[in-house]
């Protein structure tokens, strides 16, 4: 199931993250073919996903990058 | 195979460069401690000591090859940056919207969306 809201996504990437830092992963699936791409935060129990294929789009990707180089290195 | 930052970012721009006709790439985040892959101890045995570091454990993959490194806090913005800009030469075929969104007009189709909601 995708979610739709980027915020909503965002929001509950974060919070999944901060129950669970040991086992949330956040991956990001690029086809370069179609030139789509889907998000997905995981601890393997609760799975979010996101896809897209704008443009306009890059800074979300971006934005959700930054948010888990943050909250995975933050001490 | 454990490459280091910058060996890393390369190595995935290839990858990007092997899948540009089919296949796709994988780049997966996690946070990493070493004492979690302390293999000598057990499982429960395996405590974080107040002074150890989080690390940022990026993982990439074509299916076939697989790569990986580890980010350092020190290291997080220089990695951060140089990575954005490996995605940015290789995302080069995502959909422009016709009509060029403006902040007003972005503004305007959020408020639009959050309203069906």
């Given at each position: ?75 | 195979?454990?490459l280091d930052n910058e060996a890393f ?60 490194t ?48």
């Amino acid at each position: 199931m995708y979610i739709e809201d980027w915020d909503e996504f965002y929001d509950k990437s974060e919070q999944l993250y901060r129950t669970d830092p040991k086992r949330t992963r956040f991956s990001f699936k690029f086809r370069h073919a179609e030139g789509k791409v889907v998000l997905k935060v995981t601890n393997d129990t609760v799975n979010l996903k996101f896809q897209t294929d704008k443009e306009s789009d890059f800074k979300r990707i971006d934005q959700i990058n930054s948010l888990f180089f943050r909250l995975t290195t933050e001490q | 195979m454990y490459l280091d930052n910058e060996a890393f970012l390369s190595a995935l721009n290839k990858l990007y460069q092997t899948t540009s006709k089919k296949g796709s790439v994988w780049v997966t985040m996690k946070k990493y401690v070493d004492s979690d892959s302390n293999f000598s101890l057990k499982k429960p045995d395996r405590v974080k000591s107040d002074e150890e570091e989080n690390k940022c454990l990026v993982r990439a993959t074509n299916g076939k090859k697989k790569i990986s490194t580890i980010v350092l806090a020190k290291d997080k913005a220089m990695f951060e940056k140089s990575y954005k800009n490996v995605l940015l030469i290789n995302l080069d075929n995502l959909k422009v919207e016709k009509k060029k969104p403006t902040n007003a007009s972005t503004a305007a189709k959020s408020a639009a969306k959050k309203s069906k909601v």
